[in-house]
C-alpha cells in the first residue's frame, strides 16, 4: 500500500468534491457535518470502550469507520478554506513541542529545568 501525504489527500478530496456542481459546502455547513461525524465516533467509542453497549438493531461500525469520516470532513473544511493541513500540522507540532514538551511527566526524566 502507498503511503499518502496529506497534500495528497487534500488534492484527492478536492478533486472528489470539484465533480459536483454544489461544491464545497458553507463553512457554517462543514462545521454542522463536522459535529456530527465527531458525534458518531465518540457513540462508536462509547459502544467499543464504554459501559453503553451497541442495540442489536444498530448497524455495525468501527472506530476507524468514523475517524476516517472525521478526517475526511476535516480535509473538506480545510480545502474550501484554503488551509494547506502539512503546514498546519507543522506549526501545532511546533508548538506543542515548545509549550507542552514538560508538560507531563517524560519517559526520558527531563524536566523543565533541565536535570533529571
Known amino acids: 500500500m502507498n503511503e499518502k501525504t496529506m497534500r495528497i489527500m487534500q488534492q ?3 478533486d472528489y468534491i470539484q465533480q459536483f456542481k454544489i461544491g464545497y459546502f458553507s463553512p457554517l455547513g462543514q462545521m454542522a457535518r463536522l459535529t456530527e461525524e465527531v458525534g458518531e465516533l465518540a457513540r462508536e467509542v462509547n459502544h467499543h ?3 453503553k453497549k451497541k442495540k442489536v ?4 461500525k468501527t472506530v476507524e469507520e468514523e475517524l476516517g469520516d472525521v478526517l475526511f ?3 473538506i473544511m480545510a ?3 484554503g488551509i494547506d493541513l502539512t503546514e498546519a500540522f507543522t506549526r501545532n507540532m511546533d508548538k506543542f ?3 507542552d514538551r514538560f508538560r507531563f511527566e517524560r519517559k526520558d526524566g527531563l524536566t523543565e ?3 533529571q
Open 49 to 51: 470502550y464504554g459501559e
Open 113 to 115: 529545568g533541565g536535570t
Open 97 to 99: 513541542n515548545r509549550r
Open 79 to 81: 480545502n474550501s478554506l
Open 73 to 75: 470532513v476535516t480535509i
Open 12 to 14: 484527492e478530496v478536492d
Open 57 to 60: 438493531s444498530e448497524n455495525p
